[in-house]
């Protein structure tokens, strides 16, 4: 991606995640904290040995104690860049707010695919997070969704998204052309 002239910037508050994407993605920016829509510290509850990439500051489903870790809103860590083409988000029941500390930079993102799921005991906790997701993004900015057809595949677009397990949602800005056009 580097050579292509993209700026990849990889973001992931478990230290042993962190050091596996410095291995792998050399030429990335890699930042080893949680995304909200505060700046700070707070806990980051680590995921169970044999469950690695689970880990969040809302909750994991089994978890491994906590390590304290530092928060940034989105907006501090992008102010340097005039339009973001597109931001990966799987971060375990914190999406929504870390879509909120994007502030104004929300709506200068081309296309965010995120996944959607509102695991039971987190929602217990925090709430169904999925309908905000789609809200702030769908209602609120006009962004399109879309879900993949696994067995067309092709993406397929939808009204909203809901929350399901391991499934992802492509978002596109309206100022973007349709995603079947693009593919």
Request: aromatic content about 8%; glycine content about 8%; overall charge negative.
């Given at each position: 991606?580097?050579t292509l002239g993209a700026?990849?910037?990889?973001?992931?508050?478990?230290?042993?995640?962190?050091?596996?994407?410095?291995?792998?993605?050399?030429?990335?920016?890699?930042?080893?904290?949680?995304?909200?829509?505060?700046?700070?510290?707070?806990?980051?509850?680590?995921?169970?040995?044999?469950?690695?990439?689970?880990?969040?500051?809302?909750?994991?489903?089994?978890?491994?104690?906590?390590?304290?870790?530092?928060?940034?809103?989105?907006?501090?860590?992008?102010?340097?860049?005039?339009?973001?083409?597109?931001?990966?988000m799987d971060i375990e029941?914190?999406?929504?707010?870390?879509?909120?500390?994007?502030?104004?930079?929300?709506?200068?993102?081309?296309?965010?695919?995120?996944?959607?799921?509102?695991?039971?005991?987190?929602?217990?906790?925090?709430?169904?997070?999925?309908?905000?997701?789609?809200?702030?993004?769908?209602?609120?900015?006009?962004?399109?969704?879309?879900?993949?057809?696994?067995?067309?595949?092709?993406?397929?677009?939808?009204?909203?998204?809901?929350?399901?397990?391991?499934?992802?949602?492509?978002?596109?800005?309206?100022?973007?052309?349709?995603?079947?056009?693009?593919?």
């Amino acid at each position: 991606m580097h050579t292509l002239g993209a700026k990849v910037l990889a973001v992931d508050a478990n230290p042993i995640n962190a050091r596996l994407a410095r291995v792998n993605a050399p030429h990335a920016d890699i930042v080893e904290v949680a995304l909200s829509d505060y700046h700070g510290a707070a806990p980051f509850q680590m995921p169970s040995a044999y469950d690695d990439g689970w880990g969040s500051l809302i909750a994991a489903d089994k978890p491994n104690g906590s390590i304290m870790v530092p928060v940034w809103r989105l907006d501090e860590m992008v102010k340097d860049v005039n339009r973001i083409q597109f931001i990966k988000m799987d971060i375990e029941g914190a999406e929504l707010s870390a879509l909120r500390g994007l502030g104004a930079y929300l709506p200068l993102t081309d296309y965010f695919l995120i996944e959607c799921q509102d695991i039971p005991e987190r929602a217990a906790i925090t709430g169904a997070q999925v309908p905000g997701i789609s809200q702030l993004l769908v209602g609120d900015h006009g962004f399109r969704v879309y879900g993949y057809d696994d067995t067309q595949r092709i993406w397929r677009k939808l009204q909203s998204a809901y929350s399901c397990p391991g499934r992802n949602f492509l978002f596109a800005s309206p100022n973007m052309p349709n995603v079947e056009v693009l593919l």
